[in-house]
C-alpha cells in the first residue's frame, strides 16, 4: 500500500440531504486531496467538467446526488446517472479507467456514509495507482495536426 494520497474531485448536489455533522465535516473538514465542487443537481454536471477535473489533474471522480426519487429536479440524477456512465466508458477507452468514476446517492439516514465513501474510494484509487495524467498528453502542435 502507497502513502500517496490521490487528487479527488467531489461533485457534491447542493440539494443532496446529508446529516448536519456530515455536512459541516464535507465544508470544512475534507481532507487536502480532495475538491469540493457544488453543483445544483447532479444533472448539470456537463461531462466537460470531469473532463476538466481531469485534465487539472483528478486521479478519481466522486459524484453524490439525491435519492432517484428525491431529486428536486425529477430525474436529474437518473439523466446524469445515465450520461456519466456512458462518458466513464469513452474515458475508459481513452486510458482513464471507469473505475475512478464512483456516483453516490445518500440521504439523511446514511450518517458518516461520505466519509466512508470517499475513504473506500481513495483506498481503490491507490490500489488502481496513479493515473496516466490526460493534461500531460502531448497537446497537438499549434496550428493543426502532426504531420
Ligand atoms: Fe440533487 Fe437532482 S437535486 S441530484
Known amino acids: 500500500m502507497t502513502d500517496h494520497k490521490p487528487k479527488i474531485a467531489f461533485f457534491q448536489c447542493h440539494w ?14 475534507l481532507p487536502d486531496n480532495i475538491r469540493l465542487i457544488k453543483v445544483p443537481c447532479t444533472g448539470r454536471i456537463d461531462p466537460l467538467f470531469v473532463l476538466n477535473a481531469v485534465q487539472g489533474g483528478a486521479e478519481g471522480v466522486v459524484i453524490s446526488g439525491c435519492l432517484p426519487e428525491k431529486c428536486h429536479y425529477k430525474e436529474g440524477n437518473l439523466a446524469a446517472r445515465r450520461q456519466l456512465q456512458e462518458f466513464s466508458s469513452f474515458m475508459d477507452y481513452i486510458g482513464y479507467d471507469e473505475a475512478r468514476l464512483r456516483f453516490v446517492w445518500l440521504d439523511l439516514q446514511d450518517r458518516g456514509r461520505i466519509q466512508r465513501e ?14 496516466e495524467a490526460l493534461a500531460a498528453r502531448q497537446p497537438l502542435e499549434e496550428g493543426g495536426a502532426h504531420e
Open 118 to 131: 470517499l475513504a473506500d474510494f481513495e483506498n481503490q484509487l491507490q490500489q488502481l495507482g496513479s493515473a
Open 16 to 29: 443532496c440531504l446529508y446529516a448536519p455533522e456530515d455536512q459541516e465535516w464535507v465544508d470544512r473538514r
